[in-house]
């Protein structure tokens, strides 16, 4: 059975403060995604890495995939309240089956 | 416009009885998708369809029971409804794969509730 562990589960933090979100699997993933998911919605995609080794940055959120394709960890540079969510992974292993980890619900305090 | 669309949101139910969960996505998409998020917002999936035909039935009891009568859309019914069954069901829809790397609109989600 595939797995995403996802570390840590919970994270509180001050506004301005950097943080970085681990998604880790024994598996290999032909890409993995990142989501996050606000109360009473969906989760909506922030990014997909495709390339083992690859960085995304998206404001002020890095991306990466780790070199085997099993990994990937999520940089919040000087973190907001609007950046407060459940952040998850998604791996996809490529039968139209996306596998999610397990989330980290991040809260940021003004 | 809403891309995938739910209903309904809410659904407070008893034991036993039977309740379905509507889908349409007007995205375009040929596949959907079936999640469950647990009270530990695991999200898990349940089945997937292609082009109305199922590809992924995600060990699932056979209380539920897809049912996609388009490619745009894909209902959910579940029989017989148990304690366990409580949690929010989210729809979702993709590119078919081989389409490049996939993204899933997510709905809104169902909040099931068994009483």
């Known amino acids: 059975t595939q797995l995403l562990e996802q570390s840590p589960q919970f994270l509180s933090i001050q506004e301005g403060e950097n943080l970085t979100v681990y998604c880790n699997s024994s598996?290999?993933?032909?890409?993995l995604q990142w989501y996050r998911q606000e109360p009473g919605e969906g989760p909506v995609l922030l990014v997909t890495?495709?390339?083992?080794?690859e960085v995304k940055k998206l404001k002020r959120l890095t991306f990466q995939f780790g070199d085997a394709r099993k990994d990937s960890s999520l940089h919040i540079t000087a973190a907001q309240p609007g950046d407060t969510g459940l952040y998850l992974c998604?791996?996809?292993?490529?039968?139209?089956?996306?596998?999610f980890g397990t989330g980290t619900r991040l809260k940021v305090l003004a | 416009d809403t891309a995938v669309s739910q209903t309904p949101k809410y659904l407070v139910t008893q034991m036993g009885n039977d309740k379905s969960i509507k889908c349409e996505q007007n995205l375009g998409h040929d596949t959907m998708y079936w999640y469950k998020q647990d009270s530990k917002k695991f999200l898990k999936i349940m089945f997937s369809?292609?082009?109305?035909?199922?590809?992924i039935n995600e060990t699932v009891p056979n209380r539920f029971s897809p049912k996609s009568p388009d490619k745009a859309h894909l209902n959910l019914h579940i029989n017989s409804l148990e304690l366990g069954d409580s949690a929010v069901y989210f729809c979702?829809?993709?590119?078919?794969?081989?389409?490049?790397?996939?993204?899933?609109?997510f709905g809104a989600g169902s909040r099931l509730t068994v009483l």
């Open positions: 598996s290999v993933f032909s890409s």
């Open positions: 890495v495709v390339t083992g080794g």
């Open positions: 979702a829809s993709s590119l078919p794969m081989g389409s490049g790397a996939n993204v899933l609109t």
């Open positions: 998604a791996g996809d292993s490529g039968t139209y089956k996306y596998i």
């Open positions: 369809y292609n082009n109305k035909e199922l590809i």
